[in-house]
């Protein structure tokens, strides 16, 4: 194998005022994939007022996110969303960020889950119970509105959505609106835009819904088995109850972390399945073996669909949605031997780690078994879910909910490629498809 060690630093070339900025706003993805290739694992960015440092080594993440993780704070693309998101967990630091974080985690861990799973299951049925035996689908637009159904009902009950329209299309204005404009010109939220009012407005309905479901709860009493009931009944070690808007800042939090990552996650995988007939057939045996062919998936059956999990799993490495991670660090440090000024951005590229041939013999092959009976790919080459005491909390979550969602699917429909595959990324702060993604779905004969 050839030497594994982290190369030098090395300068990007960039027009000397403006650095990277053009070939970044273009096309991120292209430009971070075609520096790594050409320079190394170690590239110093030029960025009007910015140090960046682009790193794709598994010794530079473990470094950053674990060994000297005290040394980095949150990214200053991450602290622009504040004024919406607020202290939630992804963007809050320190003492607070570490309590929110224990007083969360109980939420997701294995029993919790345990109780979504029928509703996962659940919700993905009730789509495809509406779809034709033949047709074309854009099966994003679907994932979207199977995994928001999944965490509103998550976080405010299975009802919640049905008693209050308008909420779906609020969260999905929100969310898939984020876009630069957003992060950089802050100005643009108070522009006279249709799509900047129309942004406002559903901001004001969302912050509404929730802060009118906590009043609810908090005035009615009763305790509710959702993530909401478990935000309020949680209690910090002086015993002390979450804030309402503490609370509120959580649940945008969620949303905004546990939505379309979870969709993107599903879209990617579908559009790799309708290319790869073989792995589709596979998890059809897999879900029959299990269910015989006379009933539909149940929650028992989860652990047992080993071959659905290596198929998310290698698309979550071709197609990590969280492409990019950020930090800054927030003191003087080293890495690699240089050192490092408090304020340096550091952007570590997952997408370039996944696709390492140093790390993944046939990096650019869609190849599942590769996660079956396999020894454990080399530690912090593999991390689409991050790493270290930040590393997604609802990674389990996530995965229960695109293994089941992809084998339900896969055991009710083929897919077959109607869009030029493989599709085109386009990465800003999620790897989403450039253009909609269209497959047509065929109902697979049932039994007698
Ligand atoms: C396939 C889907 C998902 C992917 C790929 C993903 C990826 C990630 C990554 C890479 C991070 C770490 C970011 C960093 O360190 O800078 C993260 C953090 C986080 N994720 Fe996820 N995520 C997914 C689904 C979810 C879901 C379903 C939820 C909640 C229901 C969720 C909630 C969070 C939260 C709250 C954090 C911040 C954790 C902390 O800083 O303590 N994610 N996610």
């Given at each position: 194998?050839?030497?594994?060690?982290?190369?030098?630093?090395?300068?990007?070339p960039?027009?000397?005022?403006?650095?990277?900025?053009l070939?970044i706003?273009?096309?991120?993805?292209?430009?971070?994939?075609?520096?790594?290739?050409?320079?190394g694992?170690?590239?110093r960015?030029?960025l009007?007022?910015?140090?960046?440092?682009l790193?794709?080594?598994?010794e530079?993440?473990?470094q950053?996110?674990?060994?000297d993780r005290?040394?980095?704070?949150?990214?200053?693309?991450?602290r622009?969303?504040?004024?919406?998101?607020?202290?939630?967990?992804l963007?809050?630091?320190?003492?607070?960020?570490?309590?929110?974080?224990?007083?969360?985690?109980?939420?997701?861990?294995?029993?919790?889950?345990?109780?979504?799973?029928?509703l996962?299951?659940?919700?993905?049925?009730?789509?495809?119970d509406?779809?034709q035996?033949?047709?074309?689908?854009?099966l994003?637009?679907?994932?979207?509105?199977?995994?928001?159904?999944?965490?509103?009902?998550?976080l405010?009950?299975?009802?919640?959505?049905?008693?209050?329209?308008?909420?779906?299309?609020?969260?999905?204005?929100?969310?898939?609106g984020?876009r630069?404009?957003?992060?950089?010109?802050?100005?643009?939220?108070r522009?006279?835009?249709?799509?900047?009012?129309?942004?406002?407005?559903a901001?004001?309905?969302?912050?509404?819904?929730v802060?009118?479901?906590?009043?609810?709860?908090?005035?009615?009493?009763h305790?509710?088995?959702?993530l909401?009931?478990?935000?309020?009944?949680?209690?910090?070690?002086?015993?002390?109850?979450?804030?309402?808007?503490?609370?509120h800042?959580?649940?945008?939090?969620?949303f905004?972390a546990g939505?379309?990552?979870?969709?993107?996650?599903l879209?990617?995988?579908?559009?790799?399945l309708a290319?790869?007939?073989e792995?589709q057939?596979?998890?059809?045996e897999e879900?029959?073996a299990?269910?015989?062919?006379?009933?539909?998936?149940?929650?028992?059956?989860?652990?047992?669909l080993?071959?659905?999990?290596?198929?998310?799993?290698?698309s979550?490495?071709?197609?990590?949605?969280v492409?990019?991670?950020g930090?800054?660090?927030?003191?003087?440090?080293?890495?690699?031997?240089?050192?490092?000024?408090p304020?340096?951005?550091?952007w570590?590229?997952i997408?370039?780690?996944?696709?390492?041939?140093?790390?993944?013999?046939?990096?650019?092959?869609?190849?599942?078994?590769?996660?079956?009976?396999?020894?454990?790919?080399?530690?912090?080459?593999?991390?689409p879910?991050?790493?270290?005491?930040?590393?997604?909390?609802?990674?389990?979550?996530?995965?229960?909910?695109?293994?089941?969602?992809?084998?339900?699917?896969?055991?009710?429909?083929?897919?077959?490629?109607v869009?030029?595959?493989?599709?085109?990324?386009?990465?800003w702060?999620t790897?989403?498809?450039?253009?909609?993604?269209?497959?047509?779905?065929?109902?697979?004969p049932?039994?007698?």
């Open positions: 194998m050839a030497d594994s060690s982290p190369t030098r630093f090395v300068d990007a960039g027009t000397p005022l403006l650095g990277s900025l070939p706003s273009r096309n991120a993805l292209a430009h971070f994939t075609a520096l790594l290739t050409q320079h694992d170690r590239v960015l030029r009007p007022g910015r140090n960046v440092l790193l794709a080594h598994p530079d993440l473990e950053v996110l674990v060994r005290e040394a980095y704070g949150r990214s200053a693309e991450l622009k969303l504040r004024p919406i998101f607020g202290d939630g967990l963007s809050s630091e320190g003492e607070l960020w570490r309590r929110q974080r224990s007083l969360l985690q109980p939420s997701f861990q294995h029993d919790a889950l345990l109780q979504y799973a029928a996962m299951l659940r919700t993905l049925q009730e789509h495809i509406s779809w035996p033949v047709q074309h689908r854009d994003h637009a679907d994932m979207m509105r199977y995994t928001r159904e999944v965490i509103c009902a998550v405010f009950g299975e009802r919640f959505l049905t008693e209050h329209t308008g909420v779906a299309e609020a969260v999905t204005t929100v969310f898939t984020l630069s404009e957003l992060l950089y010109l802050p100005l643009w939220r522009l006279p835009l249709r799509r900047s009012r129309a942004w406002n407005q901001v004001a309905l969302l912050n509404r819904s802060a009118q479901q906590v009043a609810e709860r908090r005035s009615s009493g305790d509710h088995p959702d909401l009931g478990a935000l309020l009944r949680a209690r910090g070690p002086a015993g002390e109850a979450m804030s309402d808007a503490q609370i800042d959580e649940i945008l939090t969620f905004l939505h379309e990552t979870a969709a993107l996650t879209t990617w995988t579908t559009a790799l290319q790869h007939p792995a057939e596979r998890i059809r879900v029959t299990l269910t015989g062919g006379t009933r539909p998936l149940s929650p028992a059956d989860y652990p047992r080993r071959w659905s999990a290596a198929v998310i799993k290698e979550l490495r071709l197609y990590p949605p492409w990019s991670m930090r800054e660090a927030t003191r003087q440090t080293v890495l690699g031997g240089e050192p490092i000024a304020g340096t951005d550091v570590l590229c997408h370039k780690l996944h696709r390492d041939p140093r790390w993944f013999a046939q990096p650019e092959a869609f190849l599942p078994e590769r996660w079956i009976d396999q020894p454990a790919p080399r530690p912090y080459t593999y991390v879910f991050g790493i270290g005491p930040r590393v997604c909390i609802g990674q389990h979550f996530a995965t229960m909910e695109t293994v089941l969602g992809i084998a339900s699917m896969l055991s009710r429909f083929t897919l077959h490629p869009s030029p595959l493989p599709a085109e990324p386009s990465a702060i790897l989403r498809p450039r253009r909609p993604i269209l497959l047509e779905v065929r109902a697979v049932r039994p007698g």
